[in-house]
């Protein structure tokens, strides 16, 4: 094999670049990182982009860089034991990567496009998701409620929003809360974040017909006591979880819908009978991400929230228990605004009123909030 000794010399000089970039993403507690070509100018100019507190911003323009694009983009290939000669298909692959005392995954994915290779590199940091119940943002009302049914031996737990609300984190540190030896736990995930010792973990595999579906067919007939769906999208996956929740299971899914009542409907849409819901659903979390103020400059704008005035989120959270009455409403086929308004006056706190606790408390702008609600379609 003929070695391209100032090909190699590239690469090594790309990679070492792009390990500093990943550095900084880390230590600025971005989730992803993009190397762009540009379009405009010549290929030898890479724009890097993170996203920060779920928002994507211009980092830095890399100029001068020999090869440019091309070595970054093959040391990166190289790194995830791609096939770096190949440049017209998609590839996707995984770097372990270490920053201080912080182990971490990288999720690869390269893309070509008709300027070049564009690189998305998703940051995977196992603290982020799995953390302590108390810390993901819950009213201590809803915390309580919600608690009661993650200790319970069986039911289905919900938790529902738009993409990128942080229900994977719900989900791993309410995993991690009731992991013990004597249970067992599997999981159907597309795609797996974060591995965990102790839970059984699948990862959705289409090319080898690994469905939500099959996945939890199969993890029915393996003595499993929990299993968590990553996300119930089709009408099978909702029939089964919620007939295992039936017989016996502790269940735990997400759902993209607005809130909690329009859950409830959305099930009915998917041909769910209302007893069979009524019978198994015991508790609905919705939540979504809100950005703090940021604490140094107070929302004005500073170099520590690259100035937007926002630095770090939490999660606010509304959790509706599935009462007698609630049960009733669903087999009456109610409307999404009765089943809340009824969970309302039994002492759930919605998404707005979370929010506007935060909002009262200095920690966020009503226009956040306002931002975060009005998004979902
Ligand atoms: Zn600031």
Redesign the pocket.
């Known amino acids: 094999m003929r070695i391209d000794k100032r090909k190699e010399a590239r690469e090594e000089s790309a990679w070492e670049l792009v390990q500093s970039i990943i550095t900084q993403a880390v230590e600025l507690g971005a989730t992803d990182i993009h190397f762009e070509p540009d379009s405009e100018l010549s290929k030898k100019w890479i724009t890097v982009r993170f996203r920060i507190d779920g928002t994507l911003r211009d980092i830095k323009r890399i100029e001068g860089l020999p090869g440019g694009l091309d070595s970054v983009a093959s040391s990166i290939k190289i790194a995830s034991n791609m096939d770096s000669s190949q440049k017209r298909k998609g590839q996707d692959g995984r770097i372990h990567f270490r920053v201080g005392d912080k182990d971490l995954d990288l999720r690869v994915s390269i893309l070509p496009t008709v300027s070049g290779e564009k690189v998305a590199l998703r940051i995977i940091d196992k603290d982020r998701y799995i953390m302590k119940l108390e810390d993901l943002g819950m009213t201590e009302e809803g915390l309580d409620t919600y608690k009661s049914f993650i200790s319970k031996p069986q039911g289905l737990i919900l938790i529902t929003g738009p993409v990128g609300c942080g229900k994977t984190t719900t989900l791993y540190s309410t995993l991690n809360r009731i992991q013990t030896r004597e249970k067992s736990i599997c999981t159907i995930e597309d795609p797996v974040e974060s591995k965990f010792t102790g839970i059984n973990q699948t990862q959705v595999d289409s090319e080898f017909g690994v469905t939500f579906y099959s996945g939890l067919r199969s993890i029915l007939r393996q003595d499993a006591q929990i299993i968590m769906i990553g996300e119930i999208r089709d009408a099978e996956t909702a029939q089964t979880s919620l007939r295992a929740a039936l017989i016996g299971y502790l269940i735990f899914s997400t759902l993209h819908t607005k809130d909690s009542g329009h859950t409830i409907i959305r099930l009915m849409d998917m041909g769910i009978e209302p007893y069979l819901i009524s019978e198994t659903l015991t508790c609905i979390v919705a939540q979504r991400m809100v950005r703090l103020i940021?604490?140094?400059?107070?929302?004005?704008?500073?170099?520590?929230?690259n100035?937007?005035?926002?630095?770090k989120r939490t999660g606010i959270f509304e959790v509706m228990r599935i009462s007698n009455p609630i049960k009733e409403l669903i087999i009456k086929r109610a409307l999404a605004e009765a089943i809340n308004k009824v969970a309302v006056e039994e002492g759930m706190i919605t998404l707005k009123e979370a929010g506007n606790r935060l909002v009262s408390k200095g920690l966020t702008t009503a226009a956040e909030i306002y931002r975060v609600l009005a998004l979902e379609k």
């Not at 940021?294 to 929230?305: I, R, S, T």
Request: net charge positive.
């Open positions: 940021c604490d140094l400059c107070k929302g004005k704008g500073c170099q520590y929230c100035y937007s005035g926002f630095h």
